[in-house]
């Protein structure tokens, strides 16, 4: 058998990893996985509190999601896009049950990424309009298309991206000046008239669509309440531009709805990209899917796009096997029963911590957002920037405690699989409070 060590060395000599220096990356070996955890090969069990990219939904070795992709590889391993599979006809029906509204036809992407990258062409064609509003603080994927629409700093030093994306200020209650002294709604209010102002300014004749995470994921988990969503769909109806929804990562149960837009009942989507939580991970998948109109818009104009791996009959597989699993197992219901769990418990640790600046959330998707003082708001770590001492020693105790999470910035990220029980979630809270503990003396009060 490979030792650990000889497995890091290989991996560390022949590939290159994802957005980091590749010197400082310290890898764990996974070895294997079960539910909420995993083990890596020296046999230490972690929980895995992100669901490893927020994507893992049904938890990790699936007996259901497992064999149907066995059945399936041994049936079909590889069809052509134009080909029709039992497979895709019933996963594109599916989805088109538990999305919101009028959505009905799915275009079947690798990832999340190229579902948001053919959901701007999709705008783009069906408005014959080009310019696409974003947020400054979303993540929408790293091809120059989708990085550009992403206001994410992780885009910078690519060179140029693509024209015609638009930046919007973020709806930021914690932070922006705007709210100060505000209500969150009052303060969305006055967001919202913003936007409607920067597409006046844009000129309405040439946006085609505004672009927003259905709940807001990695930037920080920033959610506008429904005065600000029901506005951006107001804005578009009345400047015929089209609303896509990005629920890659806020999908399939995650905040404790089938997707994040469904926390506002007004707000229908004309197109929504999803990802992640389809297959959980287990075959890279992802879609943007569009409603009748657009749908029947393409009945007799060219699609114009295409990918060798679009409707993967192994993806499809996954997909059907996983929204059985989500269905068979009520895991969106679980999603809100824990989700109130954990709530709870972060907000004990606040009473305890004095760090914890903002908890934020809903469902199994929650993020603490850490200070140095609760009155000047002072992040514990600077954005954008390297770690401070306090989240490397909340890093390093996690990792020791058995914990595997997603902390960037000042945030921990709290996400994990929708298969999580009470027990497990107290679990994980304990282990969040003995790193808080921690960095307790870091607070300047
Ligand atoms: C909201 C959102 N959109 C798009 C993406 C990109 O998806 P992928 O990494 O599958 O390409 C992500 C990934 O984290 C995401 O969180």
Not at 280 to 289: D, E, F, H, N, T
């Amino acid at each position: 058998m490979t030792s650990t060590s000889d497995i890091i060395k290989s991996n560390k000599d022949y590939t290159l990893t994802s957005w980091t220096a590749q010197g400082v990356w310290n890898p764990a070996v996974m070895d294997h996985a079960e539910g909420v955890y995993f083990w890596d090969t020296e046999g230490k069990r972690y929980i895995d509190w992100s669901s490893q990219l927020v994507n893992v939904n049904v938890g990790h070795s699936h007996p259901h999601v497992i064999k149907a992709i066995q059945d399936h590889v041994a049936k079909i391993s590889y069809a052509t896009p134009s080909y029709a599979t039992e497979a895709r006809g019933r996963l594109g029906q599916m989805l088109a049950e538990v999305t919101p509204g009028k959505l009905s036809k799915a275009f079947f992407t690798n990832g999340g990424t190229d579902a948001i990258e053919n959901a701007i062409k999709m705008a783009r064609l069906f408005t014959g309009k080009t310019k696409i509003l974003t947020r400054y603080r979303s993540y929408h994927g790293a091809t120059f298309g989708a990085a550009t629409a992403g206001g994410d700093p992780r885009r910078h030093g690519h060179g140029p991206g693509i024209s015609d994306i638009v930046r919007l200020p973020d709806p930021y209650a914690y932070r922006s000046p705007v709210y100060r002294g505000r209500t969150q709604e009052e303060g969305d209010a006055i967001m919202a008239d913003m936007v409607e102002e920067i597409v006046q300014m844009e000129d309405p004749k040439s946006v085609a669509a505004i672009l927003i995470e259905g709940y807001s994921g990695t930037s920080g988990i920033i959610q506008p309440t429904a005065i600000y969503w029901n506005r951006l769909r107001a804005i578009c109806d009345r400047y015929n531009m089209l609303l896509i929804v990005d629920e890659v990562m806020s999908g399939f149960g995650r905040t404790g709805e089938w997707f994040g837009v469904d926390h506002y009942p007004n707000v229908q989507p004309d197109i929504m990209a999803i990802a992640k939580g389809v297959t959980s991970g287990y075959v890279p998948l992802g879609a943007a899917i569009v409603s009748e109109e657009i749908a029947s818009y393409f009945n007799d104009h060219t699609l114009s796009m295409g990918l060798t791996y679009s409707s993967h009959p192994l993806a499809m597989a996954a997909g059907v096997a996983n929204i059985e699993v989500y269905r068979s197992e009520n895991l969106i219901e679980n999603a809100r029963d824990m989700g109130k769990v954990l709530r709870r418990g972060l907000m004990d640790l606040a009473e305890k911590h004095a760090v914890v600046g903002d908890i934020r959330g809903a469902g199994l998707h929650h993020v603490l957002e850490l200070v140095k003082n609760r009155d000047t708001r002072e992040p514990l770590s600077p954005w954008q920037g390297a770690f401070s001492e306090p989240m490397q020693i909340i890093n390093k105790t996690l990792k020791e405690e058995g914990m595997a999470t997603f902390v960037r910035w000042n945030l921990i990220f709290n996400c994990p699989p929708l298969v999580i029980t009470d027990a497990q979630v107290k679990e994980g809270l304990d282990i969040l409070d003995h790193a808080l503990t921690k960095v307790d003396s870091f607070y300047e009060g």
